[in-house]
């Protein structure tokens, strides 16, 4: 399976990142799900982390809530989420890997010194156990 995303998106994405350097930013991945996921829109979400914003995100269940509904309304899905590493490689870290779900893409954009670096998206294995790199195309 591959994560086809828009280049214009991805910008997006990366503008959202150094917005919120040195914290992390994270959002929703919006589009169709059949053989590849294809984004077609993105969904800024709020860190909502107590604390530790620099390290890890979360996403409150209202806004997750809220990012389904609106996708269903246009016949889409949420295929899964972005966030960012403020100067940390675009690897995930076991507390991604602890709150993430199968069957979701995540994806993570690295930002060294408040710029854009690498981006990989990654999903869950079917135990949950472990994560492997997605394919990602950019179009
Ligand atoms: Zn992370």
């Known amino acids: 399976m591959t994560l086809v995303l828009p280049l ?13 350097y040195p914290e992390e930013c ?11 996921h294809l984004v077609e829109e993105i969904r800024k979400a709020r860190n909502s982390a107590p604390d530790s914003r620099r390290t890890r995100y979360s996403i409150d269940a209202q806004s ?3 990012a389904e509904k609106r ?11 972005y966030h960012s590493h403020p100067d940390h490689p675009s690897v995930p870290s076991e507390f ?3 709150h993430a779900w199968p069957s979701y893409s ?5 930002i060294r ?6 981006s ?3 999903r869950l294995d079917d135990a949950g156990g472990r994560f492997f790199r997605e394919e990602m195309r950019i179009v």
């Open 96 to 98: 991604d890997r602890a």
């Open 8 to 20: 214009s998106l991805l910008d997006e994405i990366r503008r959202h990142a150094v917005s919120t």
């Open 106 to 110: 995540y994806l993570i954009m690295s």
């Open 113 to 118: 010194m408040g710029s854009p670096d690498s």
């Open 71 to 81: 996708a269903a309304a246009s016949g889409m899905v949420v295929l899964g989420y």
């Open 64 to 66: 997750i809530m809220e």
């Open 26 to 36: 994270c959002g929703f991945l919006i589009g169709r799900a059949g053989r590849d």
């Open 120 to 122: 990989r998206s990654w």
